[in-house]
């Protein structure tokens, strides 16, 4: 049985806006455990949020924290050398996960998120129980829209230029061969700047592998198991909104009902928070 919630979290009164239509509902899919949010730059305030401050493990969410770490340590007008680039740039951009690795523990472990929670003003996103796996720091759909915010309104533009840069320039195909054309760059055209995460899928078998085919914690407890399978970025002219979505499936979900599941919950998402595209 699929779930509708009634999300949208802006709305007229009946008094200022009489003729005003209530936004759609947000059909979640059966199994799905989700927190989103919608946050839009031109009203300043949320459209659409559910279970926003619910926690879920990262996955490859916090490279967006580990490149924004790396930058603020060597500070504005340090060029990055060429090999650091060749770790950041695929990092960003097609979710390496060795990269982070090596930047994860170059620059601290767990300090890192510590760094950024303290510069940001994060308020739910905890590092992980076990330094060693950076994919298991905490989250929640609200905190990763303060980070796309701090990036767009309050980092160096040096920065922003290099993140958002390369989240624009996202690949179809990932390192580990998954296509990570899901939920954002499934349910909108450009422009747009994304990072995905997903945890908990085994190897892709041969004949599953991406293949380009174009545009298309330590005080609360995380699910660690459920596999899970994250959509955020920005979309629209002058990256006009920030969109979280952040989902866990049943264990044993392949991969591909996931990703469709995740798309298709984008898409009612975008919906009732007024983004009339989607395809």
């Known amino acids: 049985m699929r779930t509708r919630v009634v999300a949208a979290a802006m709305a007229l009164s009946t008094a200022m806006a009489p003729q ?5 509902a947000v059909e979640i899919p059966p199994g799905v455990t989700t927190g989103f949010a919608v946050f839009d730059r031109g009203s300043g305030q949320f459209t659409v949020q559910h279970e926003a401050t619910t926690r879920f493990r990262s996955a490859s969410l916090v490279k967006i924290l580990i490149a924004l770490d790396y930058l603020t340590r060597r500070g504005v007008g340090t060029p990055v050398p060429d090999i650091d680039l060749a770790l950041l740039e695929p990092m960003l951009r097609s979710s390496d996960d060795t990269a982070a690795s090596i930047l994860w523990e170059r620059n ?6 510590h760094r950024m929670v303290r510069l940001i003003g994060l ?6 129980a076990d330094p060693n796996w950076w994919g298991y720091t905490a989250v929640s759909a609200s905190d990763v829209v303060k980070v796309y915010r701090y990036l767009l ?12 840069g390369n989240l624009r320039k996202s690949t179809q195909c990932a390192t580990d061969e998954r296509d990570q054309y899901f ?7 450009r422009p747009w700047a994304v990072k995905q995460g997903w945890s908990g899928y085994p190897e892709p078998p041969r004949g599953e592998k991406c293949v380009v085919t174009g545009e298309g914690a330590a005080v609360n407890e995380i699910d660690l198991r459920s596999p899970a399978l994250h959509t955020s970025g920005l979309v629209g002219e002058g990256d006009r909104k920030i969109v979280v979505v ?7 979900t392949p991969w591909a009902t996931a990703a469709g599941r995740i798309t298709a919950l984008t898409k009612s998402v975008l919906a009732a928070s007024g983004q009339g595209v989607v395809r």
Not at 154 to 164: D, I, T
């Open 20 to 24: 005003a239509v209530a936004a759609p």
């Open 108 to 113: 601290g472990l767990n300090e890192i998120v």
């Open 123 to 128: 308020t739910e996103t905890q590092p992980p």
């Open 153 to 164: 309104e309050k980092a160096p533009q040096q920065f922003r230029e290099f993140v958002l």
């Open 183 to 189: 939920g954002i760059p499934r349910a909108l055209p």
């Open 246 to 252: 952040l989902t866990l499936h049943p264990q044993g």
